[in-house]
């Protein structure tokens, strides 16, 4: 079975403009959760969306934003970029929202840079 | 004060020594807990869930202490190819969201 996958692998943009992450989760999977990855810092928490809503949000400014699709995939946009959102944007999947036996996947993430 | 903190390294042994990571967390209510491995620019990958009674898989041994709120791993006969970054991850689960809470990460660096 095909694991997470997401779209694209890289990406530059400049300061003020608007990117959209895309995300696909593993098969049976109905939740997505966004994590962004600065360098040498641990993953820290954006969203969680199951069944289409929003189950959780991190501590983010509104200019990130995300939605899920009827087939569980997802999208994360971030409006009026900044240097500091240069980082590595991770997906995880699992079959539900919480759990301590529900494992995370991850996808091999967005390598964003903003210039 | 961070809700979880790991020494970041770098741990720097040779083949075949024992290295222990620590690891400590905040909200005295989380409940899950996890080592995540993350190599170079790749995502992170789960290598063990930790529980109240310790546990074990092959040369790795996880352990918590819920009193004292800090969670080890134990790596033993170490590999080359355990170079990584060992992540410990937090799942508070009060939210009943399932967002997890990552350490900055420790760095192992095995060499010949």
């Known amino acids: 079975d095909a694991g997470v996958t997401q779209s694209p692998t890289h990406l530059i943009k400049t300061r003020g403009q608007h990117v959209t992450l895309r995300c696909s989760p593993i098969s049976g999977h109905k939740s997505v959760s966004w994590y962004q990855q600065v360098l040498g810092q641990g993953p820290q928490f954006i969203f969680q969306y199951y069944e289409k809503e929003e189950r959780g949000r991190g501590n983010f400014p509104d200019r990130f934003s995300a939605r899920q699709f009827p087939n569980y995939s997802s999208e994360l946009n971030v409006n009026a970029l900044l240097l500091g959102d240069s980082a590595l944007y991770l997906c995880?999947?699992?079959?539900?929202?919480?759990?301590?036996?529900?494992?995370?996947?991850f996808g091999p993430g967005t390598r964003l840079t903003v210039l | 004060r961070k809700e979880v903190e790991q020494d970041p390294g770098p741990f720097n042994v040779p083949e075949g020594a024992t290295v222990a990571f620590n690891c400590t967390y905040s909200n005295s209510a989380s409940q899950s807990f996890f080592w995540y491995r993350q190599d170079c620019r790749k995502e992170p990958k789960l290598l063990m869930s930790?529980?109240?009674s310790g546990n074990e898989d092959g040369r790795f041994t996880a352990q918590l202490n819920r009193a004292s709120q800090y969670i080890s791993l134990l790596i033993r006969d170490s590999k080359l190819s355990d170079s990584a970054t060992y992540l410990c991850?937090?799942?508070?689960?009060?939210?009943?969201?399932?967002?997890?809470?990552f350490g900055q990460g420790t760095t192992l660096q095995v060499k010949p």
């Open positions: 995880a999947s699992s079959r539900r929202t919480s759990g301590d036996t529900d494992t995370q996947y």
């Open positions: 991850v937090v799942n508070p689960l009060a939210s009943n969201t399932g967002k997890l809470i």
């Open positions: 930790v529980y109240s």
